[in-house]
Structures are given as structure tokens and as C-alpha cells.
């Protein structure tokens, strides 16, 4: 049960950034924007992250600092796919590529640089519970505030004037513009936050999950957070659940080689992404299921005065 326990604590550290950048992800498709460039993104927001804490001993600064790094890169991206019309494909996978190299050069000083341990952070007599204290109560707090993120997310979005709004120029940005909404500025808004969120998340990396630089440590995590937008039909509770079922397997290696299975770790490394590959051939196999949920007017270009 001990490890059971362990298992359960790891998976929920494990999801938590890839629920932090699919919650980012999440809003920008919802306003018809779609970033492929998550990945050099959070690559960005880690190395930020990571220098900003070994500088001030600060992980919440250094959560600021890769938010900051995030949505600025985000607002380049939000510039030119927004403003400039390009295409929203191609653009993102240049900023995942410029975000890969850039990181791994500015982070050439911070590599074998390790921050002071910290103490596991848990919640006062919750954390003595049998089998729960182990599993859910000595977490950090970006684990509590993701949850809360997605409920939050969830409300905004189906309760809110502005989350009707925001649907709405993701379906049809021209019926929103007819009506006096300034769908650019909206989208803008959306990418930023977005690049924001994935900013946390790139930082949460490198400053808690490890906590140290290596090029390249997202490892494949910002393309998960994107086929999980599409995994959770572009629902923040759906997509908080299989942020964690992702996580759960990303951390199944550790748990089968405690319990004593003979399993080659590459196969068990390359098991996320294999069941990434999974989940979106199964989701393609059915076009009218995509078509229901699927935002309308995801990586359109839109034209004011057209």
C-alpha cells in the first residue's frame, strides 16, 4: 500500500505540468488559435524559471519569471499569426524550435547547477492519514492550484459572459466581429494567458519536478499537453483527468521496478508518448466526434475586413 501510495503522489506531481501548459493550450483553442509551439515555449519558461531560483532562492519568483518568459514568447507567436495572418502551423513549430535553441544557449552556464533541497511541503494533520496523507497531502502547492486552475477554467468558460464570449470567436470570429467584439484583441488575450500557463508549467519543471537545467528537459511534455486538448474534447476537468492518467504512466516504470518487474527502461520511457499516439489515432478515427467539439474556427486566420 506504501507504494501504491508513492505511485498515486508521483503521478499527481507528474500531471501537474502537463495540466498547467493543456489548460493554456485549452484556451487558446477555444479562441481558434492553435500553438504548436508549446514545447520551445516551456523550454523557454524552464531555463527562466531555473535561473531565476538559483539567483533569489525564490520558486514562486521563478514561477513568475517563466510565466513572464512564457507569455512573451506567446505574444511574438499572438503578433504574428494574430496581426500578421501567418500561418498558425508553421509559426508554431518555429517557436518551439527557436525556444529549443534559444533555451539550450542561455542555459549553457546553469547545466550541472542544482538548486537547495527543499522539504516536501504537506498539509498539517491531513498528511498523518493512512494511505491519503502518503498520496495526497504532502504535495506541493502548484499541485492544489492546478486543480483549482481547472475548475476555475471549467467556470469561467461555461458560467461567465466572458467565457461566452471567448467560445464564441473560437466558433465564428466573423459573427463575434458583426456584433462589435474586438476579436483580435480577444484572441491576443487568450494566447498570452495561454503561453502564461505553459510559462508555470515550463518553470514547475525545472525549479520543483527535477529541480535542475538539462537541454531539452521538457522532453516531448508540450506536444502531450496538446494531444491532450484534443484527449479531453477541450474540457478543463477532462483534461485535468488525463493530464494524471499520462502522468500515472510516465511514473509506471519507477512503480513496476519497486515491486521487482524486469521491464527495459526504454520501453517504458517511450510508453507516454506511445499512448499519445494511441489516444489521437483513435480520437481521428471518428471526423463527426472532432467536428461536435472541436472549436470551428481553430487555426483560421481571420480577417476584419473581409
Known amino acids: 500500500m506504501n507504494q501504491l501510495a508513492l505511485l498515486v503522489a508521483a503521478t499527481l506531481s507528474a500531471g501537474t505540468p502537463l495540466a498547467l501548459a493543456g489548460l493554456g493550450l485549452l484556451l487558446n483553442e477555444r479562441a481558434g488559435v492553435l500553438n504548436l509551439g508549446s514545447e520551445g515555449i516551456m523550454l523557454v519558461a524552464a531555463v527562466?524559471?531555473?535561473?531565476?531560483?538559483?539567483?533569489?532562492?525564490?520558486?514562486?519568483?521563478?514561477?513568475?519569471?517563466?510565466?513572464?518568459?512564457?507569455?512573451?514568447?506567446?505574444?511574438?507567436?499572438g503578433w504574428l499569426v494574430i496581426w500578421l495572418n501567418t500561418n498558425q502551423y508553421a509559426t508554431g513549430l518555429a517557436i518551439s524550435l527557436f525556444g529549443s535553441g534559444f533555451s539550450a544557449f542561455v542555459g549553457i552556464d546553469l547545466v550541472?547547477?542544482?538548486?537547495?533541497?527543499?522539504?516536501?511541503?504537506?498539509?498539517?494533520?491531513?498528511?498523518?492519514?493512512?494511505?491519503?496523507?502518503?498520496?495526497?497531502?504532502?504535495?506541493?502547492?502548484?499541485?492544489?492550484?492546478?486543480?483549482?486552475?481547472?475548475?476555475?477554467?471549467?467556470?469561467?468558460?461555461?458560467?461567465?459572459?466572458?467565457g461566452l464570449v471567448?467560445?464564441?470567436?473560437?466558433?465564428?470570429?466573423?459573427?463575434?466581429?458583426?456584433?462589435?467584439?474586438?476579436?483580435?484583441?480577444?484572441?491576443?488575450a487568450a494566447v498570452l494567458a495561454g503561453g502564461a500557463l505553459c510559462g508555470v508549467a515550463g518553470a514547475y519543471l525545472s525549479v520543483v519536478y527535477t529541480p535542475l537545467w538539462v537541454e531539452g528537459m521538457v522532453a516531448g511534455?508540450?506536444?502531450?499537453?496538446?494531444?491532450?486538448?484534443?484527449?479531453a474534447t477541450w474540457r478543463p476537468a477532462r483534461l485535468l483527468l488525463?493530464?494524471?492518467?499520462?502522468?500515472?504512466?510516465?511514473?509506471?516504470q519507477l512503480f513496476l521496478q519497486a515491486q521487482g518487474v524486469q521491464v527495459a527502461p526504454q520501453f517504458m520511457t517511450m510508453l507516454p508518448?506511445?499512448?499519445?499516439?494511441?489516444?489521437?489515432?483513435?480520437?481521428?478515427?471518428?471526423?463527426?466526434?472532432?467536428?461536435?467539439?472541436?472549436?470551428?474556427?481553430?487555426?483560421?486566420?481571420?480577417?476584419p475586413g473581409a
Open 48 to 77: 527562466a524559471g531555473f535561473g531565476t531560483a538559483l539567483l533569489t532562492g525564490n520558486e514562486w519568483a521563478a514561477f513568475a519569471a517563466g510565466a513572464l518568459a512564457g507569455a512573451a514568447l506567446s505574444a511574438v507567436f
Open 112 to 162: 550541472g547547477k542544482q538548486l537547495v533541497e527543499t522539504p516536501a511541503p504537506s498539509v498539517p494533520l491531513l498528511r498523518d492519514l493512512p494511505f491519503l496523507g502518503e498520496a495526497l497531502f504532502k504535495q506541493h502547492p502548484m499541485v492544489y492550484l492546478v486543480m483549482t486552475l481547472a475548475g476555475a477554467a471549467a467556470w469561467f468558460l461555461y458560467r461567465t459572459r466572458a
Open 166 to 188: 471567448l467560445r464564441a470567436v473560437g466558433e465564428s470570429p466573423a459573427s463575434a466581429h458583426a456584433l462589435g467584439y474586438p476579436v483580435r484583441r480577444i484572441r491576443l
Open 221 to 231: 511534455r508540450g506536444w502531450i499537453a496538446l494531444a491532450l486538448t484534443v484527449f
Open 242 to 252: 488525463g493530464a494524471y492518467l499520462f502522468g500515472g504512466v510516465t511514473m509506471l
Open 273 to 303: 508518448y506511445v499512448a499519445t499516439v494511441v489516444v489521437l489515432v483513435l480520437i481521428s478515427s471518428n471526423p463527426l466526434w472532432i467536428r461536435l467539439n472541436m472549436p470551428a474556427s481553430l487555426g483560421k486566420p481571420f480577417f
